[in-house]
C-alpha cells in the first residue's frame, strides 16, 4: 500500500463542548466542522494542524466503540488514520494477506467524506488504525 500522510488522530472525549476551549482557547487551533457518524456513534469536531487534523470524538451511544474504549479506562489518543493513495480495498486485502486483522473487512463511510476502515490494534503494534481515502 501507499500511505501518503497521517490524515488524522482520533482523540476520545466524554464532551466536544467541554474540551474545545482548551484546543480553540489555549492551543490556538479552530475547529471547522461538527460532524456525527451515525454508523460509528459518535460526534466529531475536526480541528487542522498544519496538513495534520485532530479528530475529536464524543460517544453519542454506550454501545460506540469511543464509550467503550473510555469504559476500559482508554483516554485520549484513540487511533491513527493514515491516508492511502492507491486504494482503502486494496490496502485491506495487503493487509489480510500479511495476517493484520482487520476490523472492518472492506472500506465504509467515514467523516469528511472519507473511506475508513480500522485495523485490528492487536496486529498494529498496539495502535488502533485507521486507513482512509476521499470518497469518490
Ligand atoms: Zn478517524
Redesign the pocket.
Known amino acids: 500500500m501507499k500511505i501518503s500522510r497521517i ?2 488522530l ?1 482523540i476520545a472525549v466524554q464532551s466536544i463542548e467541554e474540551v474545545l476551549p482548551y484546543y480553540e482557547n489555549v492551543l490556538g487551533l479552530k475547529c471547522y466542522a461538527i460532524e456525527e457518524v451515525a454508523d460509528q456513534k459518535v460526534k ?1 469536531a475536526f480541528l487542522k494542524v498544519g496538513e495534520v487534523k485532530l ?1 475529536l ?1 464524543e460517544p453519542t451511544s454506550p454501545e460506540s466503540a469511543v464509550a467503550k474504549f473510555m469504559e476500559k479506562g482508554g483516554r485520549g489518543v484513540h ?1 491513527v ?1 493514515f491516508a492511502v493513495e492507491d486504494g482503502v480495498a486494496n490496502a485491506l486485502a495487503e493487509c489480510t494477506e500479511k495476517g493484520v486483522r482487520l476490523i472492518d473487512q472492506q472500506p465504509r463511510p ?2 469528511e467524506h472519507m473511506n ?1 476502515a480500522f485495523l485490528h490494534p492487536k496486529t498494529t503494534a498496539g495502535v488502533l488504525t ?1 486507513l ?1 481515502e476521499p470518497m469518490k
Open positions: 490524515d488524522h482520533g466529531t479528530e470524538l487511533h488514520a467515514g467523516a475508513i485507521e482512509c
